[in-house]
């Protein structure tokens, strides 16, 4: 079968690849649609070469877990898992949730690396009602589901964008109420119980900054590719201690995605879905990605 894997040059190409045999606890899905997370076309020299790209997809399963658990034969389902960028991948039923009628398949395939990310960072930090959360870089794809899931934890949230045109477009995309508070860049922002931080380098320092007591903040990603320097004593303060987290618990999702799959079929969470084609465009998917123009979550066809 075809699989998109890392090719000798650090580019995406097509390989066949053997087809996957499930192992206990696994279901074979048939890959109708894929998600381009941040990292994936950006840095595959830094992955293996003959890796089988990506991590989001959304299909069919055509043979069911031999020990009965997750979803029957049929069902349409959401995974999460390394290698989905394949027709056929075996995936865990512990990492598969079905897809509500409502929810178009593409829509699943964009929701389990990005809306997973949120939901858990966010978990981690607990946001209390009325506590201040503030999400950076919250028009990309994890930024844009943690301000609905702050919001719906009924936290004031403070969403952070790079330019004006950003912060409108967000701002009429969540319909945003007094609950929600979308500026550009941090210089305003007064200070907060937790901090959802995606952007890294200064973005990462000038956040830690405005945590108060207690605080903490969930460092999920270094989208902006820059250092961060904190200066002397940052991190040194009277009262009660301010926490920097790691982010990357992604084990067993399928309760959580199912979940998110919930939320998506009600409208209280809502994904934007953007550059879409078969995955024989996957040079258009990377540049459509590199160009920062671009917004919205990047999703494939998988043509079988
Ligand atoms: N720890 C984990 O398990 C985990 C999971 C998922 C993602 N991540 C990481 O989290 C980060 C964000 O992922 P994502 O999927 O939300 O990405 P995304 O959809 O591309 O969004 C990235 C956001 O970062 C902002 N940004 C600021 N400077 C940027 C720059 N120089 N280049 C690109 N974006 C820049 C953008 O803001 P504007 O739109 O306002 O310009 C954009 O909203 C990435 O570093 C990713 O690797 C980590």
């Known amino acids: 079968m075809r699989?998109?894997?890392?090719?000798?040059?650090?580019?995406g190409r097509f390989a066949?690849?053997?087809?996957?045999?499930?192992?206990?606890?696994?279901?074979l899905v048939e890959v109708h649609h894929v998600s381009v997370n941040f990292s994936e076309l950006r840095h595959m020299g830094r992955l293996p070469q003959g890796m089988v790209l990506g991590y989001d997809a959304?299909?069919?399963?055509?043979?069911?877990?031999?020990?009965?658990?997750?979803?029957a034969e049929g069902?349409?389902?959401?995974a999460?898992?390394?290698?989905?960028?394949?027709?056929?991948?075996?995936?865990?039923?512990?990492?598969?949730?079905?897809?509500?009628?409502?929810?178009?398949?593409?829509?699943?395939?964009?929701?389990?690396?990005?809306?997973?990310t949120a939901l858990r960072s966010l978990r981690a930090a607990g946001p209390t009602p009325?506590?201040?959360?503030?999400?950076?870089?919250?028009?990309?794809s994890v930024g844009r589901l943690a301000?609905?899931?702050?919001?719906?934890?009924?936290?004031?949230?403070?969403?952070?964008?790079?330019?004006?045109?950003?912060?409108e477009r967000l701002a009429a995309a969540l319909a945003t109420d007094r609950a929600v508070e979308v500026v550009v860049g941090l210089d305003r922002v007064e200070p907060v119980d937790v901090v959802i931080e995606v952007v890294g380098g200064p973005a990462l320092v000038t956040?830690?900054?405005?945590?108060?007591?207690?605080?903490?903040?969930?460092?999920?990603?270094?989208?902006?590719?820059?250092?961060?320097?904190?200066?002397?004593?940052?991190?040194?303060?009277?009262?009660?201690?301010?926490?920097?987290?790691?982010?990357?618990d992604m084990a067993a999702p399928a309760t959580d995605l199912a979940h998110l799959l919930t939320l998506l079929a009600t409208a209280e969470l809502s994904i934007e879905l953007g550059w879409h084609a078969s995955w024989d465009r996957l040079e258009e998917a990377r540049a459509a990605q590199l160009d920062a123009a671009t917004t919205g979550k990047i999703t494939m066809q998988i043509a079988t």
């Open 3 to 11: 699989a998109l894997v890392v090719g000798a040059g650090a580019e």
């Open 16 to 27: 066949e690849v053997p087809e996957p045999v499930p192992g206990p606890g696994q279901a």
């Open 58 to 71: 959304a299909g069919i399963v055509i043979r069911a877990a031999e020990d009965g658990t997750g979803p």
């Open 75 to 78: 069902a349409r389902v959401a």
């Open 80 to 116: 999460f898992g390394p290698g989905a960028w394949a027709e056929r991948v075996a995936f865990g039923t512990d990492a598969m949730a079905v897809v509500p009628d409502r929810v178009e398949l593409v829509e699943a395939a964009a929701l389990p690396m990005a809306g997973l």
């Open 130 to 140: 009325g506590s201040r959360v503030l999400v950076t870089g919250a028009s990309g």
């Open 147 to 167: 301000v609905q899931l702050a919001r719906r934890e009924g936290a004031h949230v403070i969403a952070s964008v790079s330019s004006p045109g950003r912060a």
């Open 207 to 248: 956040a830690w900054g405005l945590l108060k007591p207690g605080g903490n903040l969930q460092s999920i990603g270094w989208a902006a590719g820059q250092p961060a320097v904190f200066p002397p004593n940052s991190t040194f303060a009277l009262g009660e201690a301010r926490s920097l987290s790691s982010f990357g």
